[in-house]
């Protein structure tokens, strides 16, 4: 990883370790509003637990919302989240998960080790020199034939944020397409399953300024 994504991904880290208690608390009831991003959820699911196993890793899981979530549709989820206060947030809303501190450019853990990743709207943080490593990482602890779901804003751009909720924060947002993503996947052994878009939600209490996009993907050996 370069030395400007390493800035990058230690401003990240310490803009949400800034906002941790103010995002929690905003983003508690949204997957009752997103329905289908329960949907999504709720198909990538089935598909691991057609695997035989139940492992998922849920990489950029914040306060855990996700990952909780995962584990009410059956599975075995674990959190990784590069800010601490984060998963110190996450770990004590759902003390029954493991959640744990670091960066998924370098997981820490065994090839192999999960039927399952999501990467729900974290990889908008990670520029594109650093997108290779993450997706590499995954690849390396997927198992064959393992489930990738993702989600991220659609666009072709990086917004810049310096004021989240009256806090300072320094985040870059990367607006990226599909297909985009998809040739990011694809040499380190991901094919495309599902593919959906779909417009802004501008009404209700979580609007949104952007297109949505989500992308499952398979990891080779099946």
């Known amino acids: 990883m370069t030395d400007e994504a390493r800035t990058r991904e230690a401003a990240t880290r310490d803009s949400y370790d800034v906002i941790a208690q103010t995002y929690t608390d905003w983003v508690a009831d949204e997957l009752t509003a997103k329905p289908h ?36 549709l059956g599975l075995t989820p674990r959190g990784l989240d590069l800010s601490p206060a984060m998963v110190d947030l996450a770990q004590g809303l759902y003390p029954t998960l493991g959640f744990d501190v670091g960066s998924m450019t370098a997981l820490p853990y065994a090839d192999d080790s999960f039927s399952g990743f999501v990467a729900w709207y974290s990889t908008i943080h990670v520029p594109d020199d650093a997108l290779a490593l993450s997706f590499a990482e995954a690849a390396r602890v997927l198992r064959p034939g393992g489930w990738f779901q993702l989600a991220f804003q659609l666009g072709d751009r990086i917004d810049h944020v310096s004021d989240l909720a009256g806090f300072s924060v320094d985040l870059d947002f990367h607006r990226r397409s599909i297909d985009d993503v998809l040739t990011a996947l694809e040499p380190h052994g991901f094919s495309p399953v599902t593919r959906l878009e779909r417009e802004p939600d501008r009404a209700g209490p979580f609007p949104e300024a952007s297109r949505q996009g989500y992308l499952l993907v398979r990891s080779a050996g099946l």
Request: hydrophobic fraction near 45%.
């Open 37 to 72: 991003d329960r949907a999504v959820l709720g198909a990538f699911s089935e598909l691991v637990l057609g695997t035989g196993s139940a492992e998922v890793l849920d990489i950029g899981c914040g306060p855990g919302r996700i990952t909780s979530f995962l584990s009410a």
